[in-house]
């Protein structure tokens, strides 16, 4: 649909949106620690928006109220200097299965992303981020929201 002949497009008028979708990350007085060679499954407590409600900052769970594919997308920043991990696994997780995950091997960064495209049924599916470390030692997450947070929306037409 153009929108008053400058050229430009709008999908918004046709009804379409990116919706629903969420961003959170963890707050200051949230910060997780991730133990050494333990799995533990992030929960991101504050939101920035949530526009379904979809997003449970007590559990960290995205469980869209809507049918459809969502694109997800995580990363999470350890608070720490120089580290290094023989592994370090960041993983998007489906009704506590693993649907997408990413993997550094003997690495120095602490960072560490993963991005996937998902399907819902759009009432009992639920999706989590999980993160595992070995550096020797536990590690704290960084609270610096564009560092470490979740974020999902439903992509359009589907």
């Known amino acids: 649909v153009a929108s008053g002949g400058t050229g430009s497009a709008t999908l918004a008028g046709a009804g379409l949106a ?3 979708n969420f961003y959170a990350h963890q707050s200051g007085g949230g910060q997780q620690s991730i133990a050494n060679t333990t799995t533990t499954v992030m929960v991101f407590d504050q939101e920035d928006y949530d526009t379904g409600s979809d997003y449970d900052t007590s559990n ?13 997308h995580s990363i999470v920043r350890l608070d720490t200097g120089d580290v290094d991990f023989d592994t370090f696994i960041l993983r998007i997780l489906k009704n506590g299965s693993l649907a997408y995950n990413f993997t550094q091997f003997h690495s120095d960064y602490t960072s560490v992303a993963v991005t996937g495209i998902v399907e819902a049924n759009g009432s009992s599916d639920y999706f989590q981020i999980d993160i595992y470390q070995n550096s020797g030692g536990a590690k704290n997450v960084t609270t610096n929201k564009n560092y470490t947070f979740f974020q999902g929306f439903k992509l359009i037409g589907t």
């Not at 960290?60 to 997800?72: C, M, Q, V």
């Open 18 to 20: 990116n919706s629903p």
């Open 60 to 72: 960290g769970r995205f469980t869209p109220g809507e049918a459809g594919k969502y694109l997800l």
